[in-house]
């Protein structure tokens, strides 16, 4: 089990909202991982939740000096139309890309990706909330805005059959309440996906991690961790007492 630093990016700044909204600014974005890498992250995840509206150069920057003092694996997205997008990413020190608005969009830009850097470098993002009346799983785009006309399940199977590596999957309505992981979408997209799952949003307690499926690649956590309320060491040794199979520090 992968424990996954996720950092919602605006300019230079790390921000944490609820449901993807109401964001507030929280500090250096690089300071943070600094520190997570320090204790013992397994892989961080960058996502500039502005690069399709604003410029780009904060999160190049960030990128840049954090790879400098942080070596772990770092994915990071937000705002990749084409190959060239894709290609700065890497430039500046990216070890995996994660698509979501421009896939869904035009799914044919996944066919390329896969093609220039190989599925292991690509990763799909997954923003989604379920439609209580028709009890089918939306999926969302521009950091949980848009709902699209793609039904999950249908989704998966596109971009798996087009050569993703790995799904990173959030649950908006889950997202920053800390009320515990989104279980009944995590057995969905279990269900439906042999992918490496990385699942995100809802994380706030040890307790949480009860209920996880060993099935599971890794869990993303961002506000319990960049609030302090959880240390990395304690998800870790919580997952080893369960028989989970953890990296060592």
Known sequence: MRIVSRLDIKNDFLIKGLALEGLRKLGNAN??????????????????????????????????????????????????????????YFDHGADKIFINTAAVENPKIIDKLVSKFGSANITLSIETIKDQEDETWGVYTSNGRDKSNKE?????????????????????????????????????????????????????EINHLENLSQKLSGIAIGSSFHYGKIEIQEVKDKLKTMNYEVRNE
């Open 31 to 88: 300071d943070f991982a600094k520190k997570y890498y320090k204790s013992g992250i397994d892989e961080i995840i960058y996502i500039d939740t502005v690069a399709s509206l604003y410029s780009r150069e904060g999160i190049f920057k960030i990128l840049m000096d954090t790879v400098q003092e942080v070596f772990v694996p770092i994915t990071v997205g937000g705002g990749i139309r084409n190959v060239e997008d894709a290609y700065k």
């Open 152 to 204: 999950l399940s249908d989704w998966v199977s596109e971009a798996t059959d087009r050569g993703v590596g790995e799904i990173f999957i959030t649950s908006v309505n889950f997202d920053g309440f800390q009320k515990g992981f989104d279980i009944e979408l995590m057995l969905n997209i279990l269900e439906i996906s042999n992918l490496p799952i990385v699942l995100s949003g809802g994380f706030g």
